[in-house]
């Protein structure tokens, strides 16, 4: 079946270490996005890529890196200099311009 | 300014009874789109609606129902006849298509819903 695929579902991580959530689409989606998302709160774009090989910091992007090597992926690192890491990760899809957000199942860090 | 505002954080109703969420948007754009997706508690946003700015038609699924009205700039969404399979995090949505930075959505902060059996 066609969708988004994030792992690990559950990620613990010691303060200083750098993690990698991965994120897969089987959508065909040009547009994919990564979003924080905190207790009791909205949904925040850390970056965004519409095309392979390019990408968009978002609103908070500070901390965190992401590549788009290939259509289908596009992995985000937590990198050590996020000062609060701990969230729920979401990645999502969409057509170019005119389409919804497809979303994974999400991705929940915490930091030890 | 943000630019998705949903103003009721919490509802509770009781099974069977309806209740409208409210979501008002701001956007300069005369072409957007607005979206409606549901969160349960398992995490996971799925998608319910989508409508453009050229269709003020208002649309029913079920015992979902939304009403849009650009003079208001309000894009609400009721379920009739609740149940509690219907509790979840709701989250209005706007994206403005942009041919230079792509498709940029909006998210309001959400609204708790909590069906009372």
């Known amino acids: 079946d066609g969708g988004i695929t994030q792992s690990p579902k559950y990620l613990f991580r010691k303060e200083g270490q750098n993690v990698t959530l991965s994120c897969e689409q089987n959508?065909?989606?040009?547009?994919m996005y990564w979003y924080r998302q905190d207790p009791g709160q909205g949904l925040r774009l850390i970056y965004y890529s519409q095309i392979v090989n390019d990408f968009q910091k978002g609103d908070i992007a500070e901390g965190y890196s992401v590549s788009r090597e290939k259509k289908e992926s596009f992995p985000l690192t937590v990198t050590s200099a996020q000062k609060n890491p701990t969230a729920f990760y979401l990645c999502?899809?969409?057509?170019?311009?005119?389409?919804?957000?497809?979303f994974g199942e999400g991705s929940r860090l915490t930091v030890l | 300014a943000q630019k998705v505002t949903q103003a009721q954080t919490e509802i509770s109703v009781v099974e069977k009874e309806d209740v409208t969420l409210d979501c008002v948007y701001e956007t300069r754009d005369t072409t957007y789109y607005l979206f409606w997706y549901k969160q349960p508690p398992s995490g996971e946003l799925v998608f319910l609606i989508r409508r453009n700015s050229f269709d003020e038609q208002n649309e029913i699924s079920g015992r979902y129902s939304w009403n849009f009205q650009k003079s208001t700039s309000s894009f609400n969404f009721t379920i009739t006849a609740s149940q509690v399979v219907d509790s979840a995090v709701y989250f209005c949505a706007l994206s403005e298509p942009n041919s230079n930075t792509g498709n940029q959505f909006y998210f309001g902060t959400g609204t708790s819903l909590t069906v009372i059996p």
């Open positions: 999502a899809s969409s057509i170019l311009n005119t389409g919804e957000l497809f």
């Open positions: 959508l065909n989606h040009d547009a």
